[in-house]
C-alpha cells in the first residue's frame, strides 16, 4: 500500500513500514515535505526519501536491508596498502555542502540525480541543526571522496558517497567504521544491497531484524559526530 502524505501535517508521523510494496521494493509513501520534523521521523522508522527531478517526494524502507556493523569492515590486504602509500587527508564535518554536491553529480553515463535542490537543502539543515555529517578525503586540497549521512543515537544511515580518485570512498569508510567503534555506535544502514558493499563487509538483514536493531540503536545514547580536522589517512591503515 502507498500512503498519501500530501496535506498532512509534518509531525503526524509514516505508515508501519511493514505496508511497504515489495515491488518497487521499499516504496511506501509519496508527498509530503522534507521539513526537518518529517524527515527525522521518516528516519526513526527507517525510511528514507529518495526521488528524481520531475517526481513527488518518495519514501523508501526496502527490505531486505543491507548494514554494516561497526568493527565488521573488512579491509583487505591492498586496502591497507593504498591507505599506506596514498597521500590522502581525512576529516569529519569539515565540508558538509561540498560533500553533498559531489555525491548528486551525475555520475557516468548518468544525465541526472536523485539528489534534487530540495533534498539538498533538507540534508544542509539538518547538517546546521547537528544530525547530518559527512566525511571528507583529501589529497592536497582537492576533495576526493567522502560520504554523508544522517546520525540519531547509535544509528548512523548511510545516504550516499564518492569517489573522484582509486580507493576515496572506501578511505571515508574506513574512517566511519573507527569512529563507529569508538562512538559506539551500534549499525550503520547501507539501504541496499550491491556487491561492493558485501565485498567490504556489509550483509543484508529481514525487514523485522532491522527494525527492531534499528528502533534500539536509535534509543541509545551516543554523543553526535563532532567536527574532526585533517590527519593523514595512513594512520587508518592500522584498522581492523
Not at 32 to 58: C, H, K, M
Not at 151 to 166: C, D, K, R, T, V
Request: proline letters at 6%; a neutral charge.
Amino acid at each position: 500500500m502507498i500512503f498519501d502524505l500530501d496535506g498532512t501535517p509534518p509531525d503526524i508521523g509514516f505508515p508501519d513500514p511493514g505496508l511497504a510494496e515489495s515491488e518497487p521494493n521499499g516504496l511506501l509513501a509519496v508527498g509530503g515535505d522534507l521539513s526537518e520534523t518529517r524527515v527525522l521521523n521518516a528516519y526513526r522508522r527507517g525510511i528514507f526519501p529518495w526521488y528524481s527531478a520531475g517526481q513527488p517526494i518518495l519514501w523508501w524502507s526496502p527490505a531486505p536491508r543491507m548494514v554494516l556493523y561497526p568493527g565488521a569492515l573488512h579491509v583487505s590486504r591492498s586496502l591497507r596498502r593504498s591507505l599506506r602509500r596514498r597521500a590522502y587527508q581525512v576529516s569529519v564535518n569539515q565540508s558538509f555542502e561540498a560533500v553533498i554536491r559531489a555525491c548528486a553529480a551525475p555520475r557516468g553515463s548518468q544525465s541526472g540525480t536523485w539528489l534534487v535542490t530540495a533534498m539538498i537543502e533538507s540534508y544542509l539543515s539538518l547538517h546546521r541543526a547537528g544530525h547530518a555529517h559527512s566525511i571528507e578525503v583529501w589529497h592536497g586540497n582537492d576533495l576526493v571522496g567522502g560520504l554523508y549521512g544522517i546520525q540519531l543515537g547509535q544509528m548512523f544511515f548511510g545516504e550516499s558517497m564518492f569517489s573522484l580518485a582509486s580507493d576515496a570512498s572506501k578511505t571515508a569508510l574506513v574512517l566511519l567504521n573507527e569512529i563507529a567503534t569508538t562512538q559506539p555506535l551500534r549499525l550503520i544502514d547501507c539501504q541496499v544491497y550491491t556487491g561492493h558493499l558485501a565485498s567490504l563487509g556489509a550483509r543484508e538483514l529481514s525487514r523485522e531484524r532491522f527494525q527492531d536493531e534499528m528502533t534500539s540503536a536509535v534509543s541509545g545514547s551516543a554523543p553526535a559526530l563532532a567536527p574532526r580536522p585533517r590527519r593523514n589517512a595512513a594512520d587508518l591503515a592500522q584498522a581492523r
